[in-house]
Nanobody, 124 residues
Framework: QLQFVESGGGLVQPGGSLRLSCAAS????????VAWFRQAPGKEHEGVSCISSSDGTTYYVESVKGRFTISRDNAKNTVYLQMSNLKPEDTAVYYC?????????????????WGKGTLVTVSS
C-alpha cells in the first residue's frame, strides 16, 4: 500500500524556517514526481512545489519562489521542503502528493497519492 507520512510542521515566528519531510512507504519513490500542497483555513488546496523524478526539475508557485526549496533523497525514500523567511500567510496544513508518473503535471493537476498532512503555523 502506497503511503506518505509528512513531518516537520510546527509553530514558527515570521522570518523563521522549517524543513518538512515526506517519507514514502510501500513503494519506491524514485519513479515518481512528488509535490507539496497546502491548505489554509477556509481556502482551497494550493500546489506549492513539485520535483520530477526523471531529471529533478523543480517547480514553485510564485508566492514561495526564492523562499522554499524542494529536494529529494531517493536513498531515504524521502522528499523535503525547506521553507525560509516564513510569513503568516504560509500558515496551512502541508501535504505531499504524487501522480502516477515521473513528471510534474501541469498546474499540479491529477495527483493520485496523498499524505495526511502536517500543520505549519507562522505567528508571533
Amino acid at each position: 500500500q502506497l503511503q506518505f507520512v509528512e513531518s516537520g510542521g510546527g509553530l514558527v515566528q515570521p522570518g523563521g524556517s522549517l524543513r518538512l519531510s515526506c517519507a514514502a512507504s510501500g513503494f519506491t519513490l524514485d519513479s515518481y514526481a512528488v509535490a507539496w500542497f497546502r491548505q489554509a483555513p477556509g481556502k482551497e488546496h494550493e500546489g506549492v512545489s513539485c520535483i520530477s523524478s526523471s531529471d529533478g526539475t523543480t517547480y514553485y508557485v510564485e508566492s514561495v519562489k526564492g523562499r522554499f526549496t524542494i529536494s529529494r533523497d531517493n536513498a531515504k525514500n524521502t522528499v523535503y521542503l525547506q521553507m525560509s523567511n516564513l510569513k503568516p500567510e504560509d500558515t496551512a496544513v502541508y501535504y505531499c502528493a504524487a501522480p502516477r508518473g515521473s513528471a510534474c503535471p501541469y498546474d499540479f493537476y491529477g495527483m493520485d497519492y496523498w499524505g495526511k498532512g502536517t500543520l505549519v503555523t507562522v505567528s508571533s
